[in-house]
């Protein structure tokens, strides 16, 4: 699985956008970008992921660019309840995707501030 | 919205002894994992399992560890003699299929070891 690089922290004011971003330069064409979150030391909750193109849900955006080599996960409006640790997953080599395995790294803080 | 359960929140117990971490997936759910993450360190895999054996394992998964699922719709993971580098949060974790999908993680079990 590729690795991947990210800020170890990172600030946003309430009701601004949080842009997230992360490396991955030796990202393979078959593996993903995956986005979880880690809200103080509960199981972390998927977020969103994406191959080549920009994803939207309910919860954030995904920019991913055309090179594949980053990505910026897109937090529209955050909020108090944001402030987590946010990890970003290089994921679906043969291997972990056979097994589903995900291998989380540091992640980045994002501290939402009033 | 489904979830995964986990029981109990918090176990303590002395060190040589056994303890089983429970855990109830999403129902429809093919594929299970158990994760750890020591206190102030990173989510580090244990183990995946599909189809009643073990899909792939971690180093840190050694004979002292075991997995079961010992009915339609439990999910455990057993430590046979416990040692104190074992007190961590454990979480435990489903998904559908293992590529282009989501994994779901419980809320976690921290174990202590005294």
């Known amino acids: 699985d590729a690795k991947t690089t990210q800020p170890t922290s990172m600030d946003c004011a309430e009701g601004r956008a949080a842009n997230l971003p992360c490396n991955h330069s030796t990202i393979s064409g078959n593996e993903y970008v995956y986005w979880y979150r880690q809200i103080h030391s509960q199981g972390p909750q998927y977020i969103i992921h994406?191959?080549?193109n920009n994803e939207t849900n309910e919860m954030a955006s995904l920019i991913i660019t055309e090179d594949r080599k980053s990505s910026t996960l897109i937090l529209p409006h955050a909020t108090l309840r944001d402030t987590a640790v946010y990890y970003c997953?290089?994921?679906?080599?043969?291997?972990?995707?056979?097994?589903?395995?995900?291998?989380f790294g540091q992640g980045t803080t994002l501290q939402v501030k009033p | 919205e489904p979830e995964v359960t986990q029981t109990p929140s918090h176990q303590v117990t002395q060190m040589g002894q056994e303890v089983i971490l429970r855990c109830v997936p999403i129902s429809n759910h093919l594929y299970f994992y158990w994760y750890r993450q020591i206190l102030g360190q990173k989510v580090e895999f244990l183990v995946s399992f599909y189809n009643n054996e073990i899909s792939e394992k971690s180093e840190i998964f050694d004979d002292q560890f075991s997995v079961e699922r010992p009915d339609g719709s439990n999910f455990t993971l057993k430590i046979r003699s416990t040692k104190l580098e074992d007190s961590a949060m454990y979480f435990c974790a489903s998904s559908e299929e293992t590529k282009n999908t989501e994994a779901f993680f419980g809320q976690g079990t921290r174990l202590t070891v005294v």
């Open positions: 994406g191959l080549k």
């Open positions: 997953i290089a994921f679906g080599a043969h291997g972990s995707s056979n097994t589903g395995k995900l291998i």
